[in-house]
């Protein structure tokens, strides 16, 4: 069965950077895109970021851009979203989306 688990997740200072990683399984995995959502306390979950197949698009959410950063590593079958100076309107769990399926989710809390 489809499996997505992300991590890299947890307390960053604001101004600071995380790497989140999303490793995946069952399916395959350099034919589909991959996402990121967010989703804050109180807040519907918003899409952050997504990727296509290799030479396929990038798009990104209009808070994040220009300082979020979606990848994929095909020979790992792992995504990755790179988040630099990030701010407080950051946290939120983060979570991983493929082929209708959603990972756990990561928790990033940007606070002093």
């Known amino acids: 069965q489809v499996q997505l688990v992300e991590s890299g997740g947890g307390l960053v200072q604001p101004g600071g950077s995380l790497t989140l990683s999303c490793v995946a399984s069952g399916f395959p995995f350099s034919k589909r895109a991959m996402r990121w959502y967010r989703q804050a306390p109180g807040k519907e979950r918003e899409l952050v970021a997504v990727i296509g197949t290799p030479g396929g698009f990038i798009r990104y959410g209009d808070s994040v851009k220009g300082r979020f950063t979606i990848s994929r590593d095909n020979t790992k079958n792992t995504a990755y979203l790179q988040m630099n100076n990030l701010t407080s309107d950051d946290t939120a769990v983060y979570y991983c989306?493929?082929?209708?399926?959603w990972g756990q989710g990561t928790l990033v809390t940007v606070s002093e």
């Open positions: 989306n493929a082929v209708e399926s």
